[in-house]
């Protein structure tokens, strides 16, 4: 579909957009990376109705660095995509655990998230300070692994 080498990678804490970025590198003919975390989150960590949640406290405070198990190795590749759930409207910190650790500086970006119902809203901008040296793309939301949706996306954004 295109000559960049192009990277997939997701944070995926139920399976959604793990299931949507498989999809997308199957089309692109991209490789697939799943930004784990070192400490997995439990259903208790993401349940929203709890302040003191894992997930709300990380939420509640934009310092939050959750710790990524690996690295990813982006050195060669021309183009990152980056999936993301949406959480209290952003991207969840461990994506910007994810751009703050490793050098993306020339590399385009593409952002996409899945949400239960919000749009990408500003989550894509507010990662833009994370990897100023980064080409980014416009986001997208991408709820299901769709592959004809994906086709059309992929073919005016890389
Ligand atoms: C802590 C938390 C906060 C969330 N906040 C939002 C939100 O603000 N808007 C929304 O539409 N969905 C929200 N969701 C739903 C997720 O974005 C949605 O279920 C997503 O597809 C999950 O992706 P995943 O299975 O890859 O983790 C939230 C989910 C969690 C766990």
Same mark, same amino acid.
């Given at each position: 579909?295109?000559? $960049? =080498?192009?990277?997939?990678? !997701?944070?995926?804490?139920?399976?959604?957009? *793990?299931?949507?970025?498989?999809?997308? /590198?199957? &089309?692109?003919?991209?490789?697939?990376?799943?930004?784990?975390?070192?400490?997995?989150?439990?259903?208790?960590?993401?349940?929203?109705?709890? $302040? =003191?949640?894992?997930?709300? !406290?990380?939420?509640?405070?934009?310092?939050? *660095?959750?710790?990524?198990?690996?690295? /990813?190795? &982006?050195?060669?590749?021309?183009?990152?995509?980056?999936?993301?759930?949406?959480?209290?409207?952003?991207?969840?910190?461990?994506?910007?655990?994810?751009?703050?650790?490793?050098?993306?500086?020339?590399?385009?970006?593409?952002?996409?998230?899945?949400?239960?119902?919000?749009?990408?809203?500003?989550?894509?901008?507010?990662?833009?300070?994370?990897?100023?040296?980064?080409?980014?793309?416009?986001?997208?939301?991408?709820?299901?692994?769709?592959?004809?949706?994906?086709?059309?996306?992929?073919?005016?954004?890389?």
């Amino acid at each position: 579909m295109s000559e $960049k =080498k192009i990277l997939v990678a !997701v944070f995926s804490a139920s399976g959604v957009t *793990r299931a949507v970025g498989e999809e997308i /590198a199957r &089309v692109a003919g991209a490789d697939f990376f799943e930004i784990v975390p070192r400490q997995r989150y439990t259903a208790d960590d993401l349940n929203w109705m709890n $302040k =003191k949640s894992r997930s709300s !406290v990380e939420m509640n405070d934009p310092s939050a *660095r959750p710790e990524i198990a690996d690295a /990813a190795d &982006v050195a060669s590749y021309d183009a990152v995509i980056l999936g993301f759930p949406i959480w209290w409207g952003v991207a969840p910190r461990i994506i910007e655990t994810f751009l703050e650790s490793h050098d993306l500086s020339g590399k385009a970006i593409l952002p996409f998230c899945t949400s239960g119902g919000s749009g990408v809203g500003r989550s894509d901008v507010s990662l833009h300070k994370n990897a100023p040296g980064a080409k980014w793309a416009k986001g997208v939301q991408i709820n299901r692994p769709n592959a004809g949706e994906i086709r059309k996306w992929l073919e005016q954004a890389l």
